[in-house]
T-cell receptor, first 114, second 114 residues
Framework: KAGVTQTPRYLIKTRGQQVTLSCSPI?????VSWYQQTPGQGLQFLFE???????NKGNFPGRFSGRQFSNSRSEMNVSTLELGDSALYLC?????????????FGPGTRLLVL | AQSVTQLDSHVSVSEGTPVLLRCNYS??????LFWYVQHPNKGLQLLLK??????LVKGINGFEAEFKKSETSFHLTKPSAHMSDAAEYFC????????????FGTGTKLQVIP
């Protein structure tokens, strides 16, 4: 089976712009979670989607949003980018049962905001 | 409330010597605890997990961790470091308080010296 894929792998944007990141889960997985990793804050949970519905949400402002399609692929959108949004954004997929240990992580999208 | 503290941001060991990465946690509920490894430009990989069964947990690549409730610790160890162990390691606590809450430690970078 192919692993979790994320596109693009690297991205450079400027403040005020918006960005959309994509995640394709492992075939058959119905849950997709998103995480932000920064040197200062470490790894933080953004949100989780299951069957096209947001099932769980972290403590991030409304500028961060996501969605999931019927084929379980997920997108994450960040509007009005700030310098502090520069981070590695990780996506993880799981069959659907709860539990972080069931998640398989993608390689991430590295976003740089200038 | 829950939190995770990784006591060392960097650990350096010689190849063939033991590895100790320290993790303390706090949680109002019975937690599940995990260790993840992240190699450069790669996603997170689960090393091992503790979910209230045996307190000594064996994981992949020769790593193990011991859950000590009295000390609220979950330290990761390996008897003999290998060059391929050089990576960043994350201690994670997870509780189910109606929904799953996941908290990551800030990470420990392990350097292995030949």
């Amino acid at each position: 089976k192919a692993g979790v894929t994320q596109t693009p792998r690297y991205l450079i944007k400027t403040r005020g712009q918006q960005v959309t990141l994509s995640c394709s889960p492992i075939s058959g997985h119905r849950s997709v979670s998103w995480y932000q990793q920064t040197p200062g804050q470490g790894l933080q949970f953004l949100f989780e989607y299951f069957s096209e519905t947001q099932r769980n949400k972290g403590n991030f402002p409304g500028r961060f949003s996501g969605r999931q399609f019927s084929n379980s692929r997920s997108e994450m959108n960040v509007s009005t980018l700030e310098l502090g949004d520069s981070a590695l954004y990780l996506c993880a997929s799981s069959p659907g049962t709860s539990g972080i240990e069931t998640q398989y992580f993608g390689p991430g999208t590295r976003l740089l905001v200038l | 409330a829950q939190s995770v503290t990784q006591l060392d941001s960097h650990v350096s060991v010689s190849e063939g010597t033991p590895v100790l990465l320290r993790c303390n946690y706090s949680s109002s509920y019975s937690p599940s605890l995990f260790w993840y490894v992240q190699h450069p430009n790669k996603g997170l990989q689960l090393l091992l997990k503790y979910t209230s069964a045996a307190t000594l947990v064996k994981g992949i690549n020769g790593f193990e961790a011991e859950f000590k409730k009295s000390e609220t610790s979950f330290h990761l160890t390996k008897p003999s470091a290998h060059m391929s162990d050089a990576a960043e390691y994350f201690c994670v606590v997870s509780t189910s308080e109606g929904y799953q809450k996941v908290t990551f430690g800030t990470g420990t970078k392990l350097q292995v010296i030949p």
